[in-house]
């Protein structure tokens, strides 16, 4: 054989694979994963992505600043565990050696790190300047409110 398949064997190779596959986007879709410290947790999803944040009373008595860099932290290290589900969802259908593959290209790649406050910054926080009386009000390319946050709906 020439390395070349046939259209049977093709359509065969189509119907396994999708056999193989069947479920794994929805399983995909339910990963989440939690890190709680100090009075604090934190879920993300798949993508990484906030979508649950509880506090306790400890975490209430933090500064704002260590309360931050609390959550920061969690939330890194549960999207890094959610990250890894993620992958174990993808070996069976992907393949072992795609699937480490991946794992060594989501390793190299650069992580977030937490914003550095500068002393000034900590005793002084910048005010954000007014608007001129007549301009328009705008909303910051970040603003979205085409969805509702988990975080902000009673569960």
Avoid: K
């Amino acid at each position: 054989m020439t390395g070349e398949l046939s259209t049977h064997e093709l359509l065969e190779a189509s119907v396994v694979l999708n056999e193989r596959a069947d479920g794994v986007f929805d399983r995909l879709s339910r990963i989440s994963a939690t890190a709680a410290d100090q009075g604090v947790e934190v879920r993300v999803n798949l993508e990484g992505r906030l979508v649950g944040l509880d506090f306790e009373l400890e975490a209430l008595a933090m500064e704002p600043d260590d309360l931050a860099a609390v959550i920061f932290r969690l939330t890194q290290q549960a999207a890094a565990t959610a990250l890894a589900e993620g992958l174990a969802a993808l070996e069976p259908v992907a393949g072992a050696e795609l699937t480490a593959e991946l794992a060594e290209i989501i390793d190299a790649r650069p992580r977030p790190v937490a914003p550095a406050q500068s002393p000034t910054q900590a005793t002084a926080p910048a005010a954000p300047p007014e608007p001129a009386p007549d301009a328009p009000a705008t909303l910051d390319d970040h603003d979205d409110f085409s969805a509702v946050q988990s975080w902000a709906v009673p569960r």
